[in-house]
């Protein structure tokens, strides 16, 4: 079974909205085995759009169209399917009923134009829409099945999974897709992938894909099989030897974060967590303290971005700014060992370092970031050469200083 | 002059790669007054493809497709085009021996599958890329003009801007389109509209739009006009009238974000700043510290999450937490105190908050967050209730903490 996807409307066609229904209508569509080989975006325009459905059913088993089905001159959907399918629009009066209902629910009364969405090509399929008043419509045509679906993605998505994913799931005779997504940090793409590529290489299914952003390469794998229990058990085994040779850079394996992670540890350690930040000026705590519940682990953070703020929160001593500069591992290490010791906390983590544009010198040059930690065991600080934007490295020096923290769980 | 865009390429119809290619270039498109009427995205499918082009060329002045131009048996954009227009794919020389110099730049022998990318449909004129090995190609077929661009945006980008741009705007009859954007916070999305409908609603060039996002209103502008220069000042004209009406909810005209308005202003004033946060969680201080310069003027942050840390950090009595509660206007206006007090900023704001899921009440439900701000003349906290998930809540609240301080440079 093949499919295609016309979104409709002209602000889709502008960089203010990206079409993200015609995205995850893909992937839906992917996992239960329907290839989609073609999406067209038009503009509320007649004539396009006759043309692009037009197009659409001539080749393909499913189309699925999204918008363009409100209660203005604009909403050209159900008047162009109508026109095209060669069916005339009937008034549903279970439809309109529905609608005036939602009106008064908010003690309004429905305008007359509310009336257009009550509007039915002849013998399709009305599909309830629980969160607006637009329903959408499902008509089979000759060979094609046509599903149109109201634009607001919190309107579409919940109908397209309650009302026709698995009416779908059970026409479908293609293979099914699962998809699994690795996460790793402190390890270059290349340099991974040069690790890697030896294991999937060795197979074609699962596919392997390979992303990468600012401190964190992703490994997405793609298993397709009859049944989705075998396409798992594809992904558990080539997951399995990726990870054993990527040991201990692979920190999540269904897509959760690394601060999600690092607080999970900490909770399960029972250890405490205080951080001191210099050059990425708080997103080391901000990251932290977007877990839910992080107040359990989280004591404070200390955001010590002059050298006085140092000495003062921290007792990082005057004469060791003044010997080795604000920027030096012997500085990183003090306010590590520092917040330790002024928290209480089990753990205590520190980043001082210049994360540009400015403020760079040949000797100590824009993207050069200490990171240190301390525990009671030991305290430790490194260099790090970060690359990239002010942003990016900010992002790279608090996914350091995060690992970092992962990194004592697996001692 | 109308234009239609195809986009080639299956990872283009994945949610994993977005398709910012088209986005970009339908906007600058639309600034030289060419509509973009129609947009489709094919997979690496030749008969989708040949079908899509063909269709194209027949309904449209202007065809860009982007992406399938690369080395490999995938890259089919050449091949189809040659066979839709009619014309052989010709080795151009200067092309391959460009491609062969790219690949001794970096010490690499060419492999053959890229002379390829050195084939040319006859008559075309070639477009040179000086980021990667793929040319462009421009053909004038009949009445549509033909430009086909490499996927990669980084190459795309620039070669659309220097080499296809300025021959684009002198064939275009075309009205000029310029936009603005205008931010505005501390308003809701319908009070504002309110309050300027009455305005734009006598324009109908500009057109207004206004976009909502935790915390922050937009309001965008689009006027169209035979020269640029009336259209920018149709803007003017307009903008001027809703930032009246709206002052002091606007805080920028042409997209800047908040921090940098905020440091901009601590800049001009000579003041320095300082961040006391609990439920924001370092979000303030490092908002504030994504401003490029911004040791010149914020001294330090303290992330106080524990009780203790508030009173050991901030000097703010334990009677007072014990009596009020952290979260309370009473806590609050002593943490934004304590924290100017303690770091000698002319500015201390604080935050203090349920940001949630968890750890709400009947009393002090999720959601409602204390902001205060203290300087030399005066200190004031208040409460807000904020609704969303954690990290809207925590958005909005640093919104908030930042406006304030915006708001004290207008006294």
Redesign the interface.
């Known amino acids: 079974m093949n499919a295609e996807i016309i979104a409709i409307g002209s602000e889709l066609?502008?960089?203010?909205r990206?079409d993200t229904n015609s995205?995850?209508l893909?992937?839906r569509l992917?996992a239960i085995g329907i290839d989609?080989?073609?999406?067209?975006?038009?503009?509320d325009?007649d004539l396009?759009l006759e043309?692009?459905v037009r197009?659409a059913i001539r080749?393909t088993d499913l189309l699925i169209a999204t918008g363009g089905l409100g209660p203005t001159e604009d909403d050209i959907t159900r008047k162009i399917f109508a026109r095209v399918l060669g069916r005339p629009l009937v008034l549903d009066d279970t439809v309109l009923e529905g609608i005036r209902d939602r009106f008064r629910q908010f003690g309004l009364t429905m305008t007359s134009n509310n009336e257009r969405q009550a509007l039915v090509p002849r013998d399709a399929e009305v599909l309830p829409n629980a969160r607006g008043s637009a329903p959408g419509l499902l008509i089979q045509h000759e060979r094609t099945l046509i599903v149109l679906f109201p634009g607001p993605p919190r309107e579409m998505m919940p109908m397209f999974s309650e009302q026709i994913e698995a009416r779908l799931e059970k026409l479908s005779h293609g293979e099914r897709i699962r998809k699994r997504v690795m996460r790793s940090t402190g390890i270059g793409e290349s340099a991974l992938d040069q690790r890697i590529a030896p294991i999937y290489g060795q197979y074609s299914n699962p596919a392997t894909?390979i992303?990468s952003k600012p401190g964190e390469v992703e490994i997405?794998l793609t298993a397709t099989s009859e049944t989705a229990e075998m396409a798992e058990k594809l992904l558990d085994e080539l997951a399995g030897r990726i990870e054993d040779e990527l040991f201990p850079a692979i920190f999540s394996h269904r897509g959760e974060s690394l601060e999600e992670i690092v607080g999970l540890g900490l909770t399960v350690k029972g250890y405490t967590l205080a951080?001191a930040?210099s050059c990425?000026?708080?997103?080391?705590?901000?990251r932290?303290?977007?877990v839910?519940?992080?107040?359990a682990f989280?004591?404070?953070?200390?955001?010590?971005?002059?050298n006085?703020?140092k000495t003062?929160?921290l007792g990082v001593p005057d004469s060791l700014i003044a010997e080795h500069g604000a920027v030096s591992a012997e500085v990183a290490e003090a306010m590590a060992l520092g917040v330790k010791e002024?928290?209480g906390a089990t753990i205590g983590v520190a980043t001082t370092g210049i994360a540009?544009?400015?403020?760079g010198s040949e000797e100590k040059p824009v993207g050069l970031v200490y990171i240190a930690i301390a525990d009671d065991v030991q305290a430790e600080a490194k260099p790090y050469t970060l690359f990239g934007s002010?942003?990016e490295i900010?992002e790279r020096a608090s996914q350091i200083a995060l690992d970092l923290i992962r990194r004592r769980f697996l001692l």
């Open positions: 066609l502008t960089p203010d990206v995205l995850w893909t992937e992917n989609v080989r073609l999406k067209t975006i038009v503009g325009d396009r043309e692009a197009d080749r894909t992303l997405h951080t930040e990425t000026g708080g997103l080391v705590a901000k932290i303290t977007d839910p519940g992080s107040s989280f004591l404070e953070g200390h955001v010590t971005y002059s006085a703020s003062r929160m002024v928290s540009g544009p400015g403020g002010r942003s900010r």
